[in-house]
């Protein structure tokens, strides 16, 4: 370095940059860069074809030679005097040679490369165009220094010289321009002429974001958002208005991206697999960016070291043009960060995007692709909170990693510029700062800590929310609530406990932190002061701005370290479920053999494959487990199974509840932990669950399911799962929507729409799980002969797990199940004549199976004829709700109201409000007044000898400053916790206060929108951006006060620069208003689909439609990226021009400086400290006004979650209060009367119950029975008032139930509903949740549903359900449910087809005890099996809400002609 850079400093001395520096880097430097970077394009591009496209006038090509001539003749002039300066003594440094030459050959380059056919393409180059426009900017200090030579040829030849390379840089670009411009209009010109402008616009568009055309017009300026940001001023924004997503941001790509090196950093088994497969896939487009972050950040500091120059010239007096020039430098320097630190944000946000929707259907893709014991792990709230937090949360790494080594670079670059203005006085600035990093570490480890915490608990708050929207409407039945209500605040308020923590530990850091560049300056100033010096307003003002630019590295450190702490545990979590061992697809399943490298027996192979018959399906040795733990054998579901299934035979699987039915067909599947022995399928398969899952979507689209329509094929198995009269009487036919869940069909359609689905998809083995119990005995009937019997499926395999006798008995081979293991296999008449048969032939049966069976393939055409489906009126009710909203999710318009910032003022309370405003106004008067009290120091020029009074002036200001700093910090921190805690609880009131119907119209994912994502920027985004927002503002208005008072010309520009900054908010925020609107209404469905997949993955896994579900979800996840990619650029549209308009505010104010100070003009600066005040407030404002408008249209955005909340304190509600109270022990007797009853789900439809009556007596035992949607479930909506009846009224026990509270109601009536419903908690909970009730009271009930045993063996009263219930079968959990209904001891029993799911022994055994001990209890049971009811004091029989028939069971089975005896004819039971 001695010997280019002699006896000087390399970078900086007194004056500037040195002559060393800005020779070798910014001359030297640049030259050679260029130099290589055109041969390395005019070598790249010798091989392309030739270039006919592109036609360029040769008068543009004549001109740029001849100013390459010019250039290169005056590099040469340059070079011949320094070789004569040489000559003649005048040694030069070597910088002044390297730089000289390398100009020289710089010209020639460019002279040589214009000559060439393809020169365009090499100097029109986006990466060079960008390099003309930097070069001469670079060559500004080099300029400047040679005008102040007094020198006539320097200056001269200096100026022809930066005039040259500036002419040829703009050249260049004009050329570029015009050519493209003249090409794409010949394009045009070709397309057909029936193309609109708009069609032409955004082709345009997509060319460019798919990086394969554009101008430097539209990447700089954002020009290609200004069409949608013209409609969204017009009209309201819909979806197609959106900026179209470039093609590099689409989610297949991206997820192919991240699955691969997923994959292959999982083949490595290394830790942290998922940010290593971030860095594989992104790391290198990341890492690019950090040099435009460094560069950004680099020319971040020339304003302050320009603003220094400036002052000190005005401070000298001189009337030279430098003054005007360093104005001028200030104002272009602050224009090209504007640009550098759009483009930054522009590439991060795009990469961010990518990242996002990588991130989101990898987790996606791994959820079609684990098992359900794989899955066990990890609870669906958990899963949920993965996507809708924990992508969010790793996605901001990209911020926080560059973000954290560019902030303390920042700082410390600020800090090197503050010693050489303050020499070592610095230093105690420092000392604050180094003695505040342990402080700020211990806070650091306290809110990782916290957050850890808090994530755990929002996972379980959101599970408990999802699984009170599932099952509301049982908990609406039970008159729970309350419980419920209380269950889920006890979880939010461990949520907001840690909540809080991290909330008051930030307020720490931001008080120390907001804190420390006011201590930091009254420390410096204090100790150079007390050093000797004397404070002069260059030096001060100088570091004023330098404080300036510290204020948003040091406050923004905390959040980074924050958003670190928070992405490296959500990739921790994320990592972990993405490590989950996804679902084998081979036909024979890993086993405990494979696993230790051993082979099966041969002889167990050769009995699997020595079979007269083809094997279907076949099991050797099996055990499986409901668990990916470690093998533990009381936890096997399956146990040493071994059978073999032929192909095309019907299997009947039977046996008692909880005896691994269902876990028979879930290893068949694939979902269980096969631990040993073999398990072998062969062929497509086809899965019907017990409870069946029905998607989102149209009745067509359930039974298609991703497959081709067959119009023949289609209406023949409508007609054979007795779908078509349903489906005909349907608003819109089989397109008809279908809510989440089938949420608007009856347990029986549900049941034959997922049968129907099956049955098309023309598989080879049938899994279906208790199919019949769902329907009544008529359709169980047609369902059996005229499809598992029938054409359709004769030929197929069909294993059926059923209680049904007549399915059993036509059944090729039965399979009797008990405690996991096979107890007994055989063939349908071994069966009939073995002794186990007897446990399942109910004993009213007076006709054989096999009789009934011949008799009805004999009446099979007459039934065809008689066979009739009622109208569901509830069906129609919701579907034609479903269809006039198609499944969109309404939106506001326009801006957000004034009433939703009051309704989250009135949540934070207006006491705080109020405090946080004063504390903030406060805050800032003492900010400004400390600077005010700088100036008048410097002004005061009074020497040393009143330092102490000023540093205790100025001391009072560091000190009020703090104080109010903290207190806006915790009021902030208080209001906002307040504000979340309360929006959660109404939100809550809100939702379980509204009635049944309200969720049927709804789909769970959206409500649970509410309480996941809008509530997390509640919790946490919204308080953040609006303590910005508000800093923000007030800063902003202190720097007007501040320049107004210091600079009155500022007044003059105030005014339009007003008119224009708003005019651009209005412009701007018409469009992001919609646009965060859109994302919300975007974000919905992704998270809608997600859920519903959790649901119903093993079905999507049976059928091989993973692929198909995967591409609807890349269509959702497109869509939300189109969207959040809009929003963004719009973001930054509008982030270039405010930081434009800014830099204009800086020219003005520096050239109006010097024109004060250089002439006697009438509106000049008084003094040099306010010339230095006004000068180093203007600089921050290019941040402010863009960090203001952006801070308050995020807040904007932000408060729509407020507003989306704020929508559901307006849902209709239940009565909760009634005109009569009940006393205690009411109903006293259980008489029920239905007196002229009649209910309609909608005015628009017919009723569902048609002027019923009926009385039932006090300790009656009633049957309701009719086909599916005949009226039975509107019996008992009315009863317990889950629906208002529209005529006629109910009595109990002469009460008039419509004057009593709801709820109370409900409380003094027990159900057994049709789903059963466990939530996760100890069982004593879940059978008596209130505590009311003794434990013999309870093993007592248990021992009456014959669960004692089960519940003894699994470890007694105290033993975890887990989530829905899962910890049991579905026939266990209807047993539990009973058994909690017999421990209420209530009057009225209602039971839902409670019994549905049990076996024929169990459940004649349950009606036994029910007659037994509720003997003084009136029971209403809704039943499909005939021999459940026989015993029945009455039998009601409804016909499309009608009462078509009732009477003693006997005396109606005697009645041939009644339809009741029709039902017991037609049942199997």
């Known amino acids: ?459 379980e708050r959101i599970r408990s929310s999802g699984e009170l929207l599932t099952y509301i409407r049982t908990i609406k039945m039970y008159s729970w609530e309350s419980l419920f209500s209380q269950r889920l605040m006890k979880k939010r308020d461990a949520e907001v406990k840690h909540l809080s923590t991290r909330k008051y530990m930030d307020a720490w850091c931001v008080f120390f932190w907001a804190t420390t560049p006011t201590l930091f300056s009254l420390f410096t100033f204090g100790v150079f002061a007390l050093m000797g010096y004397s404070l002069d307003a260059a030096t001060v003002f100088t570091c004023v ?205 549900r049941s034959r729409l997922a049968f129907a689905r099956a049955v098309y998809s023309d598989s080879d083995i049938y899994l279906l799980d208790d199919i019949l119990s769902a329907v009544d005995s008529q359709v169980a009937s047609w369902i059996l002969h005229r499809v598992i019997l029938g054409p359709l499926m004769n030929q197929k395999t069909r294993i059926l797990c059923t209680h049904n006798f007549a399915a059993i008995s036509a059944a090729d081979i039965i399979v009797i199940m008990d405690g996991g293991q096979l107890r007994w296999v055989g063939t349908s ?129 560091g000190v009020m400053n703090s104080i109010f700093t903290l207190a806006r910090a915790f009021s902030f921190s208080y209001g906002g916790l307040r504000a979340a805690v309360q929006v959660h609880a109404e939100l809550l009131s809100k939702l379980i206060n509204a009635p049944v119907c309200y969720f049927d119209q709804n789909p769970n994912g959206r409500i649970l929108n509410r309480l ?48 224009v900054y708003k005019k651009l908010q209005f412009y701007y925020r018409c469009t992001s208003r919609e646009l965060r609107r859109l994302d919300s209404v975007s974000r919905s469905p992704i998270y809608s689909s997600f859920t519903e997949t959790l649901d119903g993955s093993c079905t999507i896994r049976a059928f091989k439609k993973e692929e198909i579900f995967m591409a609807r979800f890349l269509d959702l996840v497109q869509l939300y990226q189109q969207t959040s990619y809009s929003e963004q650029t719009a973001s930054l549209w509008l982030s270039l021009r405010l930081q434009l308009l800014s830099a204009s505010v800086i020219l003005f104010i520096g050239v109006m400086a010097v024109i004060g100070h250089g002439h006697d003009f009438s509106l000049t600066l008084d003094t040099p400290g306010l010339v230095g005040l006004a000068l180093s407030y203007a600089a921050p404002i290019v941040s402010l006004l863009s960090s203001f408008l952006t801070s308050f249209t995020e807040t904007e955005k932000e408060m729509v979650s407020v507003e989306r909340v704020v929508e559901y304190m307006d849902i209709p509600q239940e009565e909760l209060q009634g005109s009569k109270s009940l006393p205690t022990g009411w109903p006293p007797q259980g008489l029920i009367e239905f007196d002229h009853v009649s209910l309609q789900y909608r005015p628009s439809l017919p009723a569902a119950l048609k002027d019923l009556s009926f009385s039932i007596e006090a300790g009656m035992k009633v049957g309701i029975v009719g086909r599916t949607g005949a009226g039975k479930s509107s019996i008992l909506n009315a009863l317990f008032r889950l629906t208002p009846i529209c005529r006629g009224r109910i009595l109990v026990d002469g ?29 004593r909970e879940n059978l008596d949740p209130f505590g009311m009730t003794s434990d013999a009271k309870i093993w007592e009930a248990l021992e009456k549903c014959h669960m004692k045993e089960v519940i003894e063996t699994a470890g007694g009263l105290g033993i975890h359900v887990k989530e829905n219930g899962t910890s049991f079968s579905v026939g266990q959990r209807q047993l539990i449910c009973l058994a909690r209904a017999i421990i209420k001891s209530s009057k009225i029993l209602c039971l839902d087809e409670c019994t549905a799911s049990v076996d024929t022994q169990t459940a004649l055994i349950l009606q036994n005890a029910i007659s037994i001990d509720c003997q003084d209890t009136t029971v209403l049971t809704i039943a499909h099996r005939i021999s459940t009811v026989l015993e029945m004091d009455c039998i009601l029989v409804l016909d499309h809400g009608i009462l078509v028939e009732h009477g003693n069971p006997r005396d109606l089975l005697e009645d041939e002609c009644s339809r009741f005896s029709k039902f017991a004819k037609a049942s199997s039971m």
């Open 545 to 749: 701005a330098l404080f300036n630019t510290l204020i948003s590295p040091l406050n923004s450190f905390p959040w980074v370290i924050n958003g670190l702490i928070d992405a490296f545990i959500s990739t921790g979590r994320l990592s972990k479920f993405l490590s989950c061992t996804e679902k084998s697809c081979n036909i024979i399943m890993e086993s405990m053999w494979q696993i230790q490298g051993q082979v099966p027996p041969s002889s167990a192979l050769r009995r699997l494959t020595n079979s007269n018959m083809p094997t279907a399906v076949a099991f050797l040795d099996a055990c499986s487990i409901w668990s990916n733990n470690s093998y533990v054998e009381q936890m096997a579901a399956l146990n040493n199974v071994s059978v073999e299934v032929p192909k095309g035979l019907l299997v009947a699987v039977v046996g008692e509840v909880g005896s691994g039915k269902s876990s028979l067909l879930h290893s068949i599947l694939g979902e269980m932990r096969l631990i040993q022995g073999l398990i072998i399928s062969q062929g497509s398969i086809a899965y019907v669950p017990q409870v069946p899952w029905i998607q989102s979507g149209s009745v067509r689209d359930n039974i298609l399911f991703g497959d081709n329509f067959d119009t023949k094929r289609y209406r023949e198995i409508l007609h054979a799962c007795a779908l078509d009269v349903d489906i005909s009487l349907m608003i819109g036919n089989d397109l008809s929507y279908i809510g989440e869940k089938g949420i608007n069909l009856s347990g029986g359609q």
């Open 1295 to 1323: 009460t008039n139930i419509a004057v009593l509270a709801p709820r109370e109601l409900r409380d003094r009536f027990s159900v057994v509903p049709q789903s059963p419903f466990l939530f996760e908690g100890f069982l």
């Open 1 to 459: 370095m001695e010997f280019i850079c002699p006896n000087a400093s390399i970078v900086w001395d007194v004056k500037g940059f040195t002559p060393c520096f800005e020779n070798m880097i910014l001359g030297f430097g640049s030259n050679m860069v260029i130099i290589l970077a055109v041969l390395i394009l005019a070598g790249a591009q010798r091989n392309r074809e030739r270039y006919n496209d592109m036609r360029v006038d040769h008068k543009k090509l004549l001109v740029l030679q001849i100013v390459s001539c010019c250039g290169a003749f005056l590099a040469l002039i340059e070079l011949s005097l320094l070789m004569k300066n040489t000559i003649e003594g005048n040694l030069t440094g070597s910088h002044y040679w390297f730089y000289q030459i390398s100009l020289l050959f710089y010209w020639i380059v460019i002279l040589l490369v214009s000559r060439l056919e393809h020169w365009f393409y090499v100097l029109c180059n986006n990466i060079l165009c960008f390099c003309w426009i930097i070069k001469p900017l670079m060559q500004i200090p080099h300029f400047l220094r040679s005008l102040l030579s007094r020198k006539v040829i320097i200056c001269i030849s200096e100026g022809s010289l930066f005039s040259a390379e500036l002419m040829f840089g703009l050249i260049v670009i004009v050329i570029r321009f015009t050519c493209l411009t003249e090409k794409k209009r010949e394009v045009n010109s070709v397309k057909d002429s029936l193309l609109s402008f708009q069609t032409e616009i955004k082709e345009g568009q997509t060319e460019y974001l798919d990086g394969k055309s554009g101008s430097f017009c539209q990447l700089f300026m954002f020009k290609f958002v200004n069409t949608m940001m013209d409609v969204g001023v017009r009209k309201q924004l819909d979806f197609e208005d959106l900026v179209p997503l470039p093609s590099e941001l689409m989610p297949s790509l991206c997820h192919t991206l991240m699955l691969d090196c997923w994959v292959a950093e999982k083949n490595k088994h290394g830790s942290h697999l998922l940010f290593k497969a971030m860095y594989n896939a992104y790391g290198w487009h990341y890492l690019r960016l950090g040099l435009l972050k460094a560069l950004n950040d680099g020319v971040g500091f020339i304003t302050p070291l320009l603003l220094n120059k400036l002052i000190r010239y005005l401070q000298q007096g001189s009337n030279s043009t430098e003054g005007y020039i360093l104005a001028l430098s200030m104002g272009l320097t602050s224009i090209f960060k504007s640009f550098l630190d759009t483009q930054y944000s522009f590439r991060l946000m795009k990469l961010k995007l990518m990242l996002r929707s990588s991130i989101m259907t990898i987790i996606y893709h791994k959820c079609l692709n684990i098992s359900l014991a794989e899955r066990s792990t990890f609870s669906d709230g958990e899963i949920q909170t993965f996507m809708s937090v924990d992508a969010d949360r790793t996605v901001n790494l990209c911020n926080s990693i560059h973000d954290a080594w560019s902030l303390p670079l920042q700082i410390g670059v600020a800090l090197y510029l503050l010693y050489t203005q303050v020499s070592f006085a610095f230093i105690s600035g420092v000392t604050i700062t180094v003695l505040l990093i342990p402080v700020n570490k211990w806070i650091s480890k306290l809110i990782a800590s916290a957050t850890e915490d808090m994530m755990k608990q929002k996972d």
């Open 1012 to 1059: 996941s994502s809008d509530l997390y920027a509640i919790d946490d985004s919204l308080p953040f951006i609006f303590n910005i927002l508000l800093a923000n503002f007030f800063s902003l208005l202190g720097i007007v006060a501040v320049l107004s008072y210091s600079q009155v010309m500022f007044l003059i520009l105030l005014i339009p620069l007003g008119f």
């Open 829 to 957: 008449t071994d069966f009939l004549e073995s002794p186990l048969s007897k446990s399942s032939l109910p004993k009213h049966s007076s006709l054989s199976s096999l009789e009934f069976v011949q008799n009805e393939s004999m009446g099979s055409t007459s039934n065809e004829i008689v066979f009739v489906h009622p109208v569901d009126n509830e069906l129609i009710a919701d579907l034609e709700k479903a269809n006039s909203n198609d499944d969109i999710e309404l939106r506001k318009e326009g801006n957000v109201d004034l009433s939703v910032y009051k309704s989250y003022a009135r949540f934070a309370s207006w006491p705080i409000v109020i405090l946080i405003c004063i504390s903030a106004i406060f805050m800032q008067a003492s900010r400004n007044g400390n600077d005010l009290w700088l100036s008048h120091w410097v002004d005061a020029n009074n020497g040393t000898e009143q330092t102490r009074f000023y540093l205790i002036i100025l001391s009072i200001f």
